[in-house]
């Protein structure tokens, strides 16, 4: 594992005074981790500095070829002081999962747990405490070869910033509305779908702005190919419970392996709920929401957390679930997703990595 170099800033910023209004990913601390990777050199000179902008030649590969991968996880005050990651090992796999699909030089997993744990160390001051508030990290990778030639870069830079942040919807644990979109698609198998990557992303943008101009927040994806069975929201997985089952569409190569995904499904097993991961289809649900028996919905995600899906909508069909409002399960995922995360309840699973 390489010593990461550590240059503190002389201007530390002021912390948001009031955190009942910190948003999603406005505000971003006093320093940033980088460390960069040259052909033949490997990953080296890790380093902390202050957040400060990044320089790159207009040539520079990710400005033209989207060659990028990034991530997402949080850091958490414990009521007894002390600072929690959630289940890091999984969002580094995935990393690498995602730079292997996207020609990137993985990032050694020791030095990626490493830099996460330093970097929070350093800020831990910045971690918000007021209920429903955290410090998103965010890594990402970029290709930085000057060249546009399509191919994949020689080149990168990884860097990891944090964001102290409130709920990503502005209605907060309020169920959100969800528009099925029938026209455009995110991803197909085969694609880069299932990576953590910019592109995909950007794809999913044309819909989003359709979606909000319905009063939508969000866009739920049907299958690239058939556009027929249910996927992911733009920035969730998405779960049902369809008479008496928790149902979620199965990893299929264009969804995205979420990490608060794999939570619920292993909380609703260990709570011997019956759960399924399988093909869904858009008249599955239409059907289910007709008769009665699609008794909840909710996405999963580290942003998003547990979040209630009060409303869907596909073509002429605007479905209401749990009365608009807040179901047992997701509450009770909730309750349990964000004890554990806060140190609150007993972590029987040993998730959580103390930063100390
Ligand atoms: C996350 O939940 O961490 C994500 O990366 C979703 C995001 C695009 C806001």
Known sequence: MQEIKLELTKNPKEKPADQSKLGFGRIFTDHMYVMDYHEGQGWHDPKIIPYQPISLEPSAMVFHYAQEMFE?????????????????????????????????????QDDFLNALKTLVRVEKDWIPTTPGTSLYIRPFIIATDESLGVHPSHSYKFIIILSPSGAYYASGLNPVKIWIEDDYVRAVRGGIGEAKAGGNYAASLKAQVKGEAGGYAQVLWLDGVERKYIEEVGSMNIFFKIAGKVVTPQLNGSILPGVTRATCLDLC????????????????????????????????????????????????????????????????????????????????????????
């Open 72 to 108: 997402g996880l949080k850091a958490y005050h414990t009521p007894d002081g002390r600072v929690l990651l959630f289940r890091p090992d999984r969002n580094i796999q995935r990393a690498e999962n995602s730079c292997k699909r996207l020609c990137i030089p993985p990032v050694p």
């Open 269 to 356: 097993r260990s709570w011997g709920m019956e759960v399924e991961e399988r093909r869904v289809s858009v008249e599955e649900l239409v059907a289910a929401a007709r008769d009665g028996s699609l008794e909840e919905c909710w996405g999963s995600g580290t942003a998003a957390v547990i979040s209630p899906v009060g409303t869907l909508r596909y073509e002429n069909d605007v479905m209401e679930i749990s009365g608009g409002g807040i179901g047992p399960v997701s509450q009770r995922l909730y309750d349990t997703v964000t004890g554990i995360q806060t140190g609150k309840l007993e972590d029987a699973h040993g998730w959580t990595v103390e930063v100390k």
